[in-house]
């Protein structure tokens, strides 16, 4: 009977394991959604002449042409933009993948799938997408972080001199000789 009620125990303890699990993974899905909805993939034409910028879903939210793109003839330009709307989406899929994973786990391998698939789909590697991600990730590394100010001042940087206010000219007008007895009254 004892060994029966100790195993019932474990497998109790087990599932406890297992809600908890989950509720740590739901506790934040606020943060998780908030993220998301930041989300921005920017991508550039090999020649740097077309830019387009994905959000949350792979929704094209800027499209960019420099004089450049302008020169092109209609069918060169519509396979550049076709090419980086692509990459622009997929780096958007591989950045939603990324969060989703931070913030729930990495039991479905959802960055690893995304990364298969798109390795198929463009005629490269896992290992290619990898790097390009290892790339892209100190950059959104340093965008996410918000600036410490608890060090110096938000009104005015280090760099900038600063300035003393200037005096009022000697004798003044009677409203400037008004507001400096007003001040000066309150300081009493």
Known sequence: MSAEFDQLVAEFEKFQSKLQNVDDRFANIGGMQ??????????????????VVAGPGGAIMDVRFTEEALRQ?????SAALMSTI????????RKQATIVEEHMGDDLHLVDQVL???AELFGTTVEDLKAQMAEDAPARGRAE???????????RSEAEPQQQPTPPPAG?????????????????
Do not use: H, I, W
């Not at 692509?86 to 780096?91: F, H, I």
């Not at 972080?145 to 009104?155: A, F, G, H, I, T």
């Not at 409203?175 to 309150?186: A, H």
């Open 34 to 51: 908030d993220e998301l909805s930041r989300l921005e993939a920017t991508a550039t034409s090999p020649d740097r002449s077309v830019t």
């Open 145 to 155: 972080q918000p600036d410490d100010y608890s060090e110096r001042s938000v009104l």
């Open 116 to 118: 298969e698939t798109q």
């Open 86 to 93: 692509q990459q622009a989406v997929a780096e958007s899929a």
């Open 73 to 77: 003839r209609p069918e060169g330009l």
């Open 172 to 188: 003044g007008s009677d409203g400037d000789r008004f507001l400096k007895n007003l001040f000066d009254e309150d300081d009493r």
